[in-house]
Structures are given as structure tokens and as C-alpha cells.
């Protein structure tokens, strides 16, 4: 990123726009004492946003699920965070968004202050072409995270030593794993296993997050006529499965080499590469026809 793109960051903080590096929420809000709040991350290609809807239901989901409510409509949020991508000018960004239960004396019980709201757009660089994808070595980690990982919370730090705990080791993501080596998901992603032809992902609740990115590849997979089934998988099924990916917003898809000491793939499989390929034909759809419509 150079200067430039650095100064076209921008926060909308509780109604007021700003350059990021300038915004300030008080050391009381509960989010920084309580992790008391949620958030979303949104991708931005050739300049606007991709599945921003499913973003912001979940949002309303998890805000929903901790007591928050939404201190904006829907509607206007979208509008606001279509005008703040404009303003930055970025083409290819993020935006993250997140809601506290606000800034009040620090006591547990919830307080009656208005809930802080901001979202900011920050560069991202391009996304690599499904031809030219990057592979990932997983760890597996015990799971030991709240049983509410259908909310996406700010409250990250299982998944920080998780994650750390992978890269310390050689490894960049974290598979978790239960009491019984089922898996559920990674410390930032969903995770995926085509099993002979069909593609099998755990289902989304206790301990798994609705992933976007996972949504939009269970219907591209549908819509392929590849059979798609959610259940959860053992480590052990995962090891022989003939092709192993991870997903998330910012990543899109990653194809998995090395598991543990295992290695499990040299290439990206077949169905990968094509779940991608689609993955990003439907974002270029998606985001050169809100662009014609806008
Ligand atoms: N993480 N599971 C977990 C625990 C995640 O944190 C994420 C995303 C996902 C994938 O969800 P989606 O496809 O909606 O991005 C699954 C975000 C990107 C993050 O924390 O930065």
C-alpha cells in the first residue's frame, strides 16, 4: 500500500467520517473491556462491495444474539457504507464493521448508553487469480471456544492462540478440533473436503461460523450439480479425502498441502480449482452489474 491509498482510508465512527488513523473510541467502551460486541468483514472488488446483504443480515444475526440492537437500519447502513467506498476512491479494499454495547463505566451489567457503530475501508491487494492460488499447511488445535461460534464476536482470542500456535510452528491456519478429532472449522475459515465427488463441510451453529464465502460455495457446488453435504467430518475422514480447502472473505478460497505431518495435496485439486474459478466469475458478475446498475 502506498501513501496515497493510506490516506484514502476512511472510518465512518458513530456518524462522523474521518481518516482512519485519526479515529479514537474512549478505553470505557465495552468493546475494548468486555469484548462486548460483533463485527463483519466485507470484500471490495473493482470498487464495491461483494455479498454485502449476507454481511450485514449476519451482522444483525450476531448483534441480535448478544442483546445489541443495530442502531441504523439495514438500509440505511448499506447506504452509508456504499458512500463511504466512494469517498476512499479504493478498488480493491475491505471494510470492516463493528458494534460495541458502547461506552459506559466499566460494571457488568449492560448499560443504557447508545451502542458505538464504525466501519472503515482499508486497501487490500487484488486477489490472486484461481490459477495462480496459494496453498496452506493446517494445524490441529483443540477447540476450546465459547459454543456460540454462529455469532461472529469480537471476543477473538481462542482463535488468536490458535492461529499463533499454527504459525509459531511452521503452519498458517489452525483446524480445530473436539473432544472426539471432529472438526468444525479454522481459527479465520470455514473448511471444506471433497469426498470422492461430493463436497462435505461441517454445518454452521455451535461451533461453526455461517461463513459467507462458505454459503456462496455451497450454492456455486449446487449449482454445478456437485453433491454437497453438511456434516461434520473426523480428522482422520479428512486426511483421506481427496481434496482439502479453506475459506474466508479476504482469501476466498486456499487450497490445504500439509496437515500436521501429513502432506496432503501437491496441486489444487480439480474441484477446487473449479469451485474458484466460479467463485470468481460470480464476483466479477456481481460486482460489474451493481456497478452498470449504479
Ligand atoms: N474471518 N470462521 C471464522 C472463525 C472466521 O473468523 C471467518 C472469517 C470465517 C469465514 O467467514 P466469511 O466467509 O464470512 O469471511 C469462518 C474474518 C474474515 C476475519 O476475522 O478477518
Not at 2 to 22: K, Y
Not at 38 to 51: A, D, Q, S
Request: hydrophobic content about 40%; overall charge neutral; charged content about 25%.
Amino acid at each position: 500500500m502506498n501513501g496515497q491509498e493510506a490516506s484514502r482510508e476512511l472510518i465512518w465512527l458513530n456518524g462522523r467520517v474521518l481518516p482512519l488513523s485519526e479515529a479514537r473510541v474512549g478505553v470505557e467502551d465495552r468493546g475494548f473491556q468486555f469484548a462486548d460486541g460483533v463485527y463483519e468483514v466485507v470484500r471490495i472488488y473493482n470498487g464495491r462491495p461483494f455479498t454485502l446483504a449476507q454481511h450485514l443480515h449476519r451482522l444483525e444475526r450476531s448483534s441480535s444474539g448478544i442483546k445489541i440492537s443495530l442502531p441504523m437500519s439495514k438500509r440505511e447502513l448499506t447506504r452509508q457504507i456504499e458512500s463511504l467506498i466512494v469517498r476512499s476512491g479504493l478498488a480493491d479494499a475491505m471494510v470492516y464493521i463493528q458494534v460495541t454495547r458502547g461506552e459506559a463505566g466499566r460494571n457488568h451489567q449492560f448499560p443504557t448508553c447508545p451502542p458505538t457503530l464504525l466501519f472503515y475501508v482499508r486497501s487490500l491487494p487484488p486477489a490472486t487469480p484461481a490459477d495462480e492460488a496459494v496453498s496452506v499447511k493446517l494445524k490441529t488445535v483443540v477447540d476450546e471456544r465459547w459454543k456460540r461460534c454462529w455469532i461472529k464476536s469480537i471476543a477473538l482470542l481462542p482463535n488468536v492462540l490458535a492461529k499463533n500456535e499454527a504459525l509459531s510452528a511452521g503452519f498458517d491456519e489452525a483446524a480445530f478440533i473436539d473432544g472426539e478429532n471432529m472438526l468444525s472449522e479454522c481459527s479465520a475459515s470455514n473448511l471444506f473436503a471433497v469426498v470422492g465427488r461430493t463436497l462435505v463441510t461441517a454445518a454452521a451453529g455451535a461451533s461453526v461460523l455461517p461463513g459467507i464465502t462458505r454459503q456462496v460455495l455451497l450454492e456455486i457446488a449446487s449449482d454445478a450439480g456437485i453433491p454437497v453435504e453438511e456434516k461434520p467430518l473426523s480428522l482422520g475422514q479428512a486426511m483421506e479425502s481427496e481434496e482439502i480447502f479453506i475459506t474466508s472473505t479476504t482469501r476466498e478460497l486456499s487450497w490445504v498441502s500439509h496437515w500436521d505431518t501429513h502432506r496432503i495435496a501437491r496441486k489444487c485439486g480439480p474441484i477446487t480449482r473449479q469451485l474458484h474459478e466460479a467463485y470468481q466469475a460470480r464476483v466479477l458478475r456481481e460486482t460489474a452489474k451493481i456497478r452498470a446498475a449504479g
